[in-house]
């Protein structure tokens, strides 16, 4: 058990090489059980999302469900004071989507019924994003009210450590940070 100013570095108990085998032919096991037809729908249902594979066939594992929506922050559509502009990149990724709901999360000084104008109608809804430093409760209960459908099945993207707590605090399905999903 680790205690005070353990590094949490590899155990040293005895068996971890049999453990490691073990988890390996069980995870083997796994793998090879799904049919190639489903392996191609979900190629074609990530490249829907503009996810790669293996994100979404993470996403997928984690929490057993399709991604039905993605939420994204203000930050992440670089939607910024005193100008906000969707920038290019994020207009072309957003254009792209297809089977999927986008809703976002306005920080102030943004007001979420604006954000469908400056998106072109790409975002959905908007809603009002958590306070800076809310705490975890409300967070998630601001998160909640503002899916379309269940938890487990929103993606959020955002650039910043608090809304990755926000992804967490409503125990969304995944959160990606935006430099990935909107990179080239």
């Known amino acids: 058990m680790a205690g005070i100013g353990h590094n949490n570095g590899p155990t040293m108990e005895a068996g971890e090489s049999w453990r490691r085998h073990a988890w390996g032919k069980a995870r083997a096991r796994l793998l090879p059980v799904l049919p190639i037809e489903v392996v191609r729908l979900r190629?074609?249902?990530?490249?829907?999302?503009?996810?790669?594979?293996?994100?979404?066939?993470?996403?997928?594992?984690?929490?057993?469900?399709?991604?039905?929506?993605?939420?994204?922050?203000?930050?992440?559509?670089?939607?910024?004071?005193?100008?906000p502009v969707l920038p290019p990149d994020r207009d072309a990724r957003l254009s792209a989507l297809s089977g999927v709901a986008r809703e976002e999360l306005a920080r102030k000084p943004l007001n979420p019924a604006q954000i469908p104008d400056l998106t072109d109608g790409l975002i959905e809804r908007a809603h009002e994003a958590p306070r800076p430093f809310a705490g975890w409760g409300e967070a998630r209960r601001q998160i909640l009210a503002?899916?379309?459908?269940?938890?487990?099945?929103?993606?959020?993207?955002?650039?910043?450590?608090?809304?990755?707590?926000w992804a967490q605090a409503a125990r969304l399905a995944w959160y990606l940070p935006a430099d990935r999903y909107f990179a080239a």
């Open 43 to 83: 190629v074609k249902r990530a490249a829907e999302l503009g996810l790669d594979y293996r994100t979404y066939a993470s996403i997928r594992a984690a929490s057993g469900h399709d991604v039905i929506a993605f939420l994204f922050s203000t930050n992440a559509l670089r939607l910024l004071p005193p100008h």
């Open 146 to 165: 503002a899916l379309p459908c269940a938890a487990d099945r929103v993606v959020m993207v955002g650039d910043t450590a608090e809304e990755r707590d």
